[in-house]
């Protein structure tokens, strides 16, 4: 089955910085990778997506780039600010038309210090 | 537009015990899957509904069993409840396999 490893754990910018979490995945077959934000004690929320056909997508501050050769993709965030501070989880999906199951990151924690 | 919604909020149970988590999806979405997320980790998909049919499972025992009825609003089970079972379950809907998911807010089970 898919296994999706994410790296780091914990990152700590100050303001303003960027920030990079990076995801690898071992199913080829795998062809949509979403990023979620959970901040504490609330739902994982949708933040960015993009599928196997594309190399990269933006919007605004957040942007994903996707390697299908290395099987890897990333998260970027510019400009950060306090409240981008959440865990970011990666996850990648084979859609097999009748099923998709997200097989999730271990999650990064995000601090972003004044 | 309402969206994913979940009951109950809370859940203490013991050992033994079962128990059913509900799932209503977001308006116009036909596909619920369900999520167990334990503590600092990443959610672990359990199964996946569409069309009244469970379409997907992942690596959980049959204790894990789910329906899910006319309306798309599904339901989890769990028999037999283990310590181990305490986590926070999410429920994700969807229009069809092939677009994105959106989480409720979560059932925190515990087990004691």
């Known amino acids: 089955g898919e296994n999706v490893e994410q790296h780091p754990s914990t990152l700590s910018v100050q303001e303003g910085d960027s920030a990079v979490i990076k995801c690898t995945y071992s199913d080829s077959a795998s062809n949509y990778f979403p990023w979620y934000k959970q901040e504490l004690g609330k739902r994982p929320q949708l933040i960015i997506d993009i599928r196997s056909n594309v190399g990269e997508k933006k919007d605004q501050r957040i942007a994903v780039t996707l390697n299908k050769t290395a099987k890897h993709f990333s998260l970027h965030i510019t400009e950060t600010q306090p409240e981008d501070s959440a865990v970011y989880f990666c996850a990648a999906s084979r859609d097999t038309g009748t099923a998709s199951k997200l097989t999730f990151g271990t999650g990064t924690r995000l601090q972003v210090t004044l | 537009d309402a969206g994913v919604t979940q009951s109950p909020t809370h859940l203490i149970k013991t050992r033994g015990q079962q128990v059913t988590l509900r799932c209503s999806p977001k308006?116009?979405?036909?596909?619920v899957s369900w999520y167990q997320q334990a503590l600092g980790q990443g959610p672990q998909f359990i199964f996946q509904y569409y069309e009244e049919e469970e379409r997907q499972r992942g690596n959980f025992p049959d204790r894990f069993s789910g329906h899910q009825f006319p309306n798309y609003s599904s339901e989890l089970n769990v028999n037999a409840l283990l310590l181990g079972d305490s986590a926070l379950y999410l429920c994700?809907?969807?229009?069809?396999?092939?677009?994105?998911?959106?989480f409720g807010p979560g059932t925190r089970l515990t087990v004691l």
């Open positions: 994700a809907s969807s229009l069809g396999s092939y677009n994105e998911q959106f």
């Open positions: 308006s116009g979405h036909d596909t």
